[in-house]
């Protein structure tokens, strides 16, 4: 009897402590009319859109809301990205 809820015990574990899947961001560019503004910026996007297709449909509506147009998502990639990207990005570094 012990060594089943040992054994029950320890499978729960073992499936709560499942890998989590590694988080994805994307890069990419937008502008405002009137007057032109441009901005390079970096944001987080769900796993199953971490493809240029993908963060482009989750980032279009996120930068309307904020008056921004999205030009293109230039890459995803994962969290090992981030520290290259952050300078560049200044204030639009995971904003949206």
Avoid: I
């Amino acid at each position: 009897m012990r060594l089943s809820v040992l054994l029950a015990a320890l499978a729960l574990g073992s499936a709560l402590a499942a890998p989590v899947e590694a988080a994805c961001f994307a890069d990419y560019k937008a502008k405002q009319d009137r007057p032109l503004r441009l901005h390079y910026g970096v944001a987080k996007v769900p796993d199953g859109a971490c493809n240029r297709k993908g963060a482009t449909r989750v980032l279009k509506p996120r930068l309307q809301q904020a008056g921004w147009t999205l030009l293109n998502v230039l890459s995803t990639f994962g969290p090992e990205g981030l520290d290259e990207r952050k300078a560049s990005a200044g204030s639009y570094f995971l904003r949206y």
